[in-house]
């Protein structure tokens, strides 16, 4: 069967400090990879999805980015976190094109 | 704008009556219409899903009613229990989008004992 690892768990930052969030998906080979965060109270915002090695695209502008350096392995990155990183942010895998999303534990993210 | 509105935003239910939470896009692209369940600290799960080929989608105690015309979907969880406390969620999708999910703000239910 198919699992996904995210860590770490919570993590806080100062602002201005760099940030890498990893996600592994084992079990399967080349998933589509999405990384969403989720805003205190609210619903999930899709910020990046990879359909294969060194393939990402970003849904919305900001001051984040994302890296497949590996088949099964998801990395959320910063340069300088902000006040308005902070969120729970999520990873989740799909067979592929129209198939269902599973999504990661997360990772809790305090910016300070 | 590709947007999926869910209500209500809370709902409180006692133990063995029905939850109904309701959820209406606007893109009638959308072609897979997923239910998530997210308990505290931890990621959403999927429940149940529906493609708009179907009018309703059964699954034990979740039912999904889908209303293609009137672009709107329903979940029903019958016999609610206070297990099933948690925050739901509705989405949408177009599988020619690389299955990009569109969430809906979501629900909290409490079931009452």
């Known amino acids: 069967s198919q699992t996904i690892h995210q860590w770490p768990a919570t993590l806080v930052q100062p602002v201005g400090s760099p940030l890498s969030l990893e996600c592994t998906v084992e079990g399967t080979s080349n998933p589509n990879l999405y990384w969403y965060r989720q805003a205190a109270g609210r619903g999930l915002q899709l910020l990046f999805y990879?359909?294969?090695?060194?393939?990402i695209s970003s849904e919305v502008p900001q001051n984040l980015s994302a890296s497949r350096p590996q088949d099964r392995q998801f990395i959320l990155s910063s340069k300088k976190l902000l006040l308005s990183d902070s969120g729970f942010y999520l990873c989740?895998?799909?067979f592929g094109i129209g198939q269902p999303q599973h999504f990661g534990d997360g990772t809790r993210l305090s910016i300070l | 704008q590709q947007q999926v509105k869910q209500s209500p935003q809370s709902l409180i239910v006692q133990k063995g009556g029905i939850s109904i939470i309701n959820c209406a896009y606007e893109?009638?692209?959308?072609?897979?219409f997923p239910w998530y369940q997210q308990f505290p600290g931890k990621g959403p799960a999927l429940l149940i899903a529906?493609?708009?080929?179907?009018s309703e989608k059964k699954e034990g105690r979740f039912t999904i009613s889908f209303n293609k015309s009137a672009k709107q979907f329903s979940l029903h969880i019958m016999d609610s229990q206070p297990g099933d406390s948690a925050t739901y969620f509705c989405?949408?999708?177009?599988?020619?989008?690389?299955?990009?999910?569109?969430f809906g703000e979501g629900t909290q239910l409490t079931v009452n004992p």
């Open positions: 990879s359909v294969g090695i060194g393939q």
């Open positions: 989405a949408a999708s177009k599988e020619t989008s690389g299955s990009r999910l569109t």
């Open positions: 529906i493609r708009p080929d179907v």
């Open positions: 989740a895998w799909s």
């Open positions: 893109n009638t692209a959308f072609d897979y």
